[in-house]
């Protein structure tokens, strides 16, 4: 049977599975670093069969080579990167995430970056808040939303519903993903760069990981040009940041939608003092209802794999 010391907890978590995996479980937590990671590693690495963790600090290479026994990782979170997903494939250790409760709030906090980006809400409400309107300046004219021709890297579940928002605002989608969808609507492009030039916004959505990284480079920025935007409610990873902060500084792209980072929390300073971007922190899918919702799935995820050796929701 798996019991408490099988059961770890790496990483910062989702308060209500954090309870539940000391009231529940009497899970271990794994120590951040330091000495004290090093003691507990070595007394309870062999019994840990299970580790539950979330999208931002996963099983990394270095702690599942120090764990001989693990069996299933639990993710919070759809994105499940942060994690050797080669390494545990190799070992054959399952990998459950939480995809389908979050979509519609990632999806919702993409739109709320694209207009706010396209129209420069952002600073336009500074521009009320430190007094400038009061002084009788007017607001710099920004760029119209609706009816732009979108590209969406990456069409998976949370692309496609983006795209499906925004043809509500009347845009044309077009997209990239390793293959063309059989029987999509929208226009696929076989490479990122094809789809930056095709349209004027481009929208990261792809899964973060060695696979996409960079694959926003400065090829692709250029060819979203100075007229264009980026939004990414994905991972800093896809995204060349060096590169994507001299375009912005450069005004060779137009602006930036970001609600992710390659090092996160922190931002590139270059960033704060620009106008041209939406600086969000990682909160695409922080609402009440949905981070309810992915507790519960982390939690039913567990406990299917506690009771039967099954992830409900493993990753493919
Ligand atoms: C989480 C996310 O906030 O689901 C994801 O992939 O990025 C977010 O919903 C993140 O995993 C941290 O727990």
Known sequence: PIT???????GPVNPTVAQALIDDYDALILPAGGPEREAFLDNHAESIRVAV????????????????????????????????????????????????VLTD????????????TLRSLGAAERFVRNGTWATGVNFP???????????ILG???IGAAIAKRLEGF???????????????????????AELAEATDVLVVAAAGGP???????AEVLEKIGPKGFLI???????????ALVSALQNGEIAGAGLDVFTNEPHVPTELLELDNVVLLPHLGSGTHETRADMAALVLENLRSYVNSGELITPVS
Not at 4 to 10: L, Q
Not at 105 to 116: K, N, R, S
Request: hydrophobic fraction near 40%; include cysteine; charged fraction near 20%.
């Open 155 to 157: 069409l998976g579940r």
């Open 141 to 151: 004219l920004a760029t119209r939303a609706s009816g732009k021709r979108v590209g």
């Open 105 to 116: 709030c990632v999806a919702d906090t993409a739109l709320g970056l694209y207009l706010e």
């Open 4 to 10: 408490g010391n099988a059961i770890v907890r790496v």
């Open 53 to 100: 963790c979330s999208g931002k600090i996963g099983v990394d290479t270095e702690l599942m080579r120090h764990l001989p026994n693990l069996e299933a990782i639990v993710n919070f979170g759809v994105g499940y990167d942060a994690s050797d997903v080669a390494q545990a494939a190799e070992r054959n250790i399952p990998i459950s995430n939480t995809p389908d």
């Open 211 to 217: 696979a996409s990284a960079g694959l926003v480079s």
């Open 232 to 242: 990414n409610i994905a991972r800093g990873s896809v995204v060349d940041e060096p």
């Open 170 to 192: 009347g845009c044309e989608i077009h997209y990239h993903n390793r293959s063309e969808i059989a029987g999509s609507s929208y226009a696929y492009h076989s490479s990122a």
